[in-house]
């Protein structure tokens, strides 16, 4: 009965994530581009490198894996991330509505006849999230690491345009995994009694606030990572130099 364009966001959220996964996907099994040794630029795609075909300094954890073209470098944190994006509570909304119509908008039919809800397989495993929280927490640490790695240039600290770029995405990602609705569980969800908690009160209040930002920062975090993925991957190409500021 809506004779609005109620099919426009879902038609948008289709095109872009289709946009985003079809580059990801691309560019995690090209095998080349993503590490930039004069700064030590590595991309988050591509972290940490643990195949045996990373090229020299970019495995800080060892390079148990052998380089067989289906194995992507960073094949322990990638599962790990995909698990906690598509079992997310604002990706599934989004994904629901763009790519099963389930359903598509606000009263508008459903596209399937029947609904089960989260309650059979697959779509059963969407109640790991909570625990592949924890793991993107994880991973969240090996990226600030990578990041402040990149400020030791060949002739001691310096900076460039990339640093900017690896740092304003570790801090977009770790304000999106923040925003999690099972941090923000964790942090106070069964406290019976705040006042017998301040500090942790004090985290679940921040966390809340960014918890109202999560649909936002989940968008902001593809973004951030497209082009920080994009940025070290036209240097390492040599497409063009990083723009140095000092170092």
């Known amino acids: 009965m809506r004779a609005d364009r109620w099919w426009f966001p879902p038609l948008v959220t289709f095109v872009g994530l289709s946009a985003w ?3 990801a996907t691309v560019r995690v099994f090209m095998h ?3 590490y930039v040794s004069d700064y030590h630029y590595l991309t988050p795609f591509y972290s940490p490198c643990i195949t045996d075909r990373c090229v020299e300094g970019s495995a800080e954890f060892g390079t ?3 380089s067989f073209w289906l194995i992507p470098e960073a094949a322990f944190t990638l599962p790990f991330l995909l698990l906690f994006r598509l079992t997310c509570y604002y990706y599934r909304k989004a994904y629901y509505r763009a790519f099963w119509l389930s359903p598509p908008a606000c009263a508008v039919p459903d596209g399937h006849r029947t609904y089960t809800g989260e309650t059979r397989f697959p779509l059963l495993g969407q109640n790991l999230h909570r625990y592949a929280f924890y793991a993107a927490a994880i991973i969240s640490l090996i990226n600030t690491y990578d990041a402040i790695r990149a400020f030791q240039s060949p002739d001691g600290f310096g900076f460039g345009l990339g640093n900017i770029i690896l740092v ?5 990602l770790w304000a ?3 925003s999690c609705h099972s941090c923000r569980h964790i942090a106070g969800g069964r406290l019976k009694h705040f006042s017998a908690h ?6 679940w209040t921040f966390v809340s606030k960014l918890n109202t930002r999560h649909m936002q920062l989940a ?3 593809l973004g951030t990572l ?3 993925d994009f940025y070290v991957m036209a240097v390492a190409a040599g497409w063009f130099p990083d723009l140095r500021f000092v170092g």
């Open 21 to 23: 996964i079809i580059y």
């Open 32 to 34: 080349k581009w993503y």
């Open 64 to 66: 148990p894996l052998p």
């Open 168 to 172: 304003g995405n570790v801090v977009m």
């Open 176 to 178: 999106y995994t923040l």
């Open 198 to 203: 301040p500090v942790r009160y004090r985290f």
């Open 219 to 221: 968008w902001i975090t």
């Open 226 to 228: 497209a082009v920080t």
